[in-house]
């Protein structure tokens, strides 16, 4: 039994029911072998951090068009803190942490400069065209416009990644309206966003890591005071009014499963292609 497979079969026994299985991932578009070291989630996250998208986040705004000062948070950092978050999360539900990480660094790659307003002033530019998205132009990214070098020398279009990474970039995107909605583990299918919980989580910790580092950037750059943070969203939730504590709850998400709650949801089968 080689790495790989050690690593899978420890996922088949450890990861609670709905987590996603790296050996039963339905696949890419155009098959390859599998690495005798890494799993294919794996193997994905190395091809996002190794990408020149991934590099290029580094140069992009965050929130402020051109801020003066080495402290305030680009795409990149941004990145990194949500990887972060989702993988705290992902290992205190015994979720397939390499998946989430997969999604989480590959979720902006197409974002483009100048924050939410360079976002804002595509999309009325390319209204006759249907308008721009950012999680649909990192899918892009990550299928066309990146080029990878094969074994024999040769370059591919795209990275390649697996069904589920992919599903998780070109889904999580989220409005104000479904943030809250997670997969019903019974039906295995969830109302809105991606497929996997793992996707479903990279959406929910993305979030919780725009709202707080933004905030905190914001502070730094004289715009708001820390006093004008709710008291539901303050270092002294705990102590705030039932009301308060409800909507943070309802912000940032609930509902997740226990990670010892045995309720089994159904297995995505491999198939061949993957058109989202």
Not at 8 to 13: K, L, P, Q, S
Not at 40 to 62: E, G, Y
């Amino acid at each position: 039994m080689d790495p790989r497979e050690t690593t899978e079969a420890w996922e088949d026994r450890w990861l609670a029911p709905w987590g996603a299985r790296s050996g039963r991932s339905r696949g890419r578009a155009r098959p390859e072998p599998p690495d005798p070291i890494r799993t294919a989630f794996q193997r994905d996250r190395d091809r996002v951090i190794h990408s020149k998208a991934f590099r290029r986040l580094m140069h992009k705004t965050q929130v402020f068009l051109a801020p003066e000062g080495d402290h305030y948070r680009t795409r990149l950092t941004h990145t990194l803190e949500v990887a972060q978050i989702a993988r705290t999360i992902a290992r205190a539900l015994r979720l397939n942490e390499d998946l989430t990480e997969a999604i989480v660094l590959g979720h902006d790659l197409g974002h483009p400069p100048f924050g939410h307003a360079g976002e804002e002033a595509l999309n009325q530019v390319m209204a006759p065209y249907g308008g721009f998205r950012h999680d649909l132009q990192s899918l892009r990214m990550v299928d066309v416009l990146e080029r990878r070098q094969t074994r024999d020398g040769g370059q591919d279009e795209g990275l390649n990644l697996t069904w589920e990474v992919r599903d998780g970039i070109g889904g999580h995107s989220k409005g104000a309206q479904d943030i809250g909605i997670f997969p019903d583990l019974e039906a295995g299918m969830p109302a809105v966003g991606p497929d996997t919980v793992e996707g479903q989580l990279a959406r929910v910790a993305d979030r919780i890591a725009y709202v707080h580092h933004d905030t905190d950037d914001a502070v730094r750059a004289g715009l708001i005071r820390e006093t004008d943070v709710p008291a539901g969203f303050g270092p002294d939730a705990r102590a705030a009014p039932r009301h308060d504590r409800a909507r943070h709850r309802g912000m940032f998400g609930g509902g997740w499963p226990h990670p010892h709650d045995r309720r089994r949801a159904p297995r995505p089968q491999r198939v061949e292609g993957f058109p989202l």
